[in-house]
């Protein structure tokens, strides 16, 4: 049989990174093997639902291109994928279990209920609905929660493609309902007749359904049906990688990072390394090269921290492996003088982990290479020289350097060439006395005529994106500052 993966997300809120790292995994078995991944909504629990939740889901796969093969937006053999669509089909099943004697509908009110588990405690045994199990069972007639009997209390044991042979007994096992009385599955019986429907192969899912696997296996017996192969994902550890990742921890909408300016791959070439290792050393993926080399033999058992330095990592090296003009598209990178922002890239791709952050340069940092800057008197002037001649030994260098620019050929600023500019001016900077602030008393005048900011570009970048006519007429306007 070929390999049948699924995501079987709930609307009931924002996409996390678990489970988008759970939906990655899938994704890429089918695609390695040749096989499907479909998607599937499981919507059965109204009361959490979350309105846009579905269109979320579908648009935050959609941006890491996680393309499925069948399911919700597009059909496929098996429609619907909409648990909520599928009632008649769970309501057969629950028939079939009713008249194998594994199914019952359920006598007790909640109060009653919440009665027997009360005394459970209070004599310190754990409760199980099982001992209060009826000796005769009415007719449901889908008012009721129909329940399923456990036909055996048993030890099972089961092997885990991630976690090798697991076992669990009787502690685990119990009557759990199967309909509610509003005429919805529970997730545990639901999921059981979409995956047998749909002919899926193999469940990837979070650790915290290892305890349930009892009762799903329970099922399958009752249900004389084969179930899927299980692989079990380690649990998304938060930063300091001592529990799992929560909100309160930094965990965030999938969507975010979209927003924050973080590549599709780059996301996906992240989550796909928390929790799996890969043979060797390298961490930069592209897709095609993960569908390649995924191996789901290699993940692994224990928790992965979920690193944001790392994450940054590697989306700047993604980032960095685009042409300039899709590096410029891809980050919607807007400015006055196109030829000047196609020279900047360079400097973005350098300094900038996020798309957000290359905006955040522009406005700022770079704001200069667009805009001529208003230059302050006192911030212009190098301090490092002693103060009855720092005006006039600031107005000399950059009288000297600008000398010195003007002579420097077109090409050096039209190509970019921002060493060969450092070589016409360093000697100049070099020879100014240690005494007297060394290189820094020189370039700082400089680099602040040309930015106008404490921070930006050094002076050799900035004569190189500018263009020495502009830079002249920059330093121009400093020394006029000088001689007020």
Partial sequence: MAVRTRFAPSPTGYMHVGGVRTALFAWLFARQNGGQFIL??????????????IGHIIESLKW???????????????????????????????????????AYPDPYTEEQVEGFRQQAETEKRPFLYRDHRPDTFGEWDGTQPL?????????????????????????????????????????????????????????MRANEFISSTPKFLSLYEALDIKRPEFATMPPILGSDGNKKLGK?????????????????????????????????DQEVFTPEELIKTFDITRIQKGGA???????????????RQLSDTAYIAAGNLTAPDTSRLEKVVPLLKERSHTFGEAREMMGHELACIWTAPAVDRDMLISKEVPSETRGAYTKQALTDLAATIKTL????????DAESIKEQLMPYADQNPKENGGRGAVLWPLRYALSGQEKSPDPFTLISILGTEESLLRITAALAILGE
């Fill in 64 to 102: 890491l291109d996680i393309e499925w093969d069948e399911g919700i937006d597009i059909g496929g053999p098996f429609e619907p994928y909409l648990q909520s669509a599928r009632l008649d089909s769970y309501h057969k099943y629950a028939r079939q279990l009713i008249e194998a004697g594994f």
């Fill in 248 to 280: 309160r921890d930094g965990a965030k909408d999938i969507l975010d990072y979209r927003s924050e300016g973080y590549l599709p791959t780059g996301m996906m070439n992240f989550l796909a390394l928390l929790g799996w290792h890969p043979e060797g």
């Fill in 147 to 203: 329940r399923f009997k456990v036909p055996e209390v048993k030890r099972y044991t089961w092997n885990d493609l991630v976690y090798g042979e697991l076992t669990a007994g009787e502690e685990a096992l119990d009557d759990f309902i199967l309909v509610k009385s509003d005429s919805y599955p529970t997730y545990n019986f639901a999921h059981i007749i979409d995956d047998l429907e749909m002919e899926i192969t193999h469940i």
């Fill in 40 to 53: 599937r909504i499981e919507d059965t629990d109204k009361a959490r639902e979350v309105e846009g939740s």
């Fill in 305 to 319: 921290r979920f690193d944001e330095e790392k994450l940054r990592f590697i989306n700047r090296e993604h980032m």
């Fill in 409 to 416: 050929p077109n090409n050096l600023a039209n190509d970019l």
